[in-house]
T-cell receptor
Framework: DTAVSQTPKYLVTQMGNDKSIKCEQN?????MYWYKQDSKKFLKIMFS???????INETVPNRFSPKSPDKAHLNLHINSLELGDSAVYFC?????????????FGPGTRLTVT | AQSVTQLGSHVSVSEGALVLLRCNYS??????LFWYVQYPNQGLQLLLK??????LVKGINGFEAEFKKSETSFHLTKPSAHMSDAAEYFC???????????FGTGTRLTIIP
């Protein structure tokens, strides 16, 4: 029973396209996150939602738009994809805001923009 | 502001040898410290964490880490490396009331048979 799941696992698309990545957690957590991991494995937070409310919005281009229809889902929509968007995107969840709490990560979505 | 520095982007040890992965942090308030492991093509998994109390923290798979406030360090150790320990290891820091977990740049651990 997967705790945090993401779809799709791989996404190959051309520059200029619009794509979405979906994330679902069945842990009953109230906080969800999107992270971007670049080719050097550097992991940086993009967004965080707590009870469907946007808490963290790092300096991410506004081509990236997260949407949280309910506490168990956090989707990421990307408009006008660019080469530099190629990365692995991880969804995570926790019970409560980060602080001392463990975050549970999904398996990642490898996005390749050509 | 908070940050994490992991010394050594790549560490190689022989099977059965001591594993030592270094992490130094910067935080203006008492930190919460974490070590996560990422196996190839997988998400991150928590190894251990320090919040308060005992400064020597034991985690899964025989790993442990010691919080040293005077040295602002949280190094990860394991007495005897196993082939299955080969992975990427991330140190991370947060603090009370902070919504954000800040990661280091990671250390790739290779185990030599």
């Amino acid at each position: 029973d997967t705790a945090v799941s993401q779809t799709p696992k791989y996404l190959v698309t051309q520059m200029g396209n619009d794509k979405s990545i979906k994330c679902e957690q069945n842990l009953g957590h109230d906080t969800m996150y999107w992270y971007k991991q670049d080719s050097k494995k550097f992991l940086k937070i993009m967004f965080s939602y707590n009870n469907k409310e946007l808490i963290i919005n790092e300096t991410v281009p506004n081509r990236f738009s997260p949407k949280s229809p309910d506490k168990a889902h956090l989707n990421l929509h990307i408009n006008s994809l660019e080469l530099g968007d190629s990365a692995v995107y991880f969804c995570a969840s926790s019970q409560g805001l980060a602080g001392p709490r463990e975050q549970y990560f999904g398996p990642g979505t490898r996005l390749t923009v050509t | 502001a908070q940050s994490v520095t992991q010394l050594g982007s790549h560490v190689s040890v022989s099977e059965g040898a001591l594993v030592l992965l270094r992490c130094n942090y910067s935080s203006s308030v008492p930190p919460y410290l974490f070590w996560y492991v990422q196996y190839p093509n997988q998400g991150l998994q928590l190894l251990l964490k320090y919040t308060t109390g005992a400064t020597l923290v034991k985690g899964i798979n025989g790993f442990e880490a010691e919080f040293k406030k005077s040295e602002t360090s949280f190094h990860l150790t394991k007495p005897s490396a196993h082939m299955s320990d080969a992975a990427e290891y991330f140190c991370a820091v947060s603090n009370f009331g902070n919504e954000k977990l800040t990661f280091g740049t990671g250390t790739r651990l290779t185990i030599i048979p």
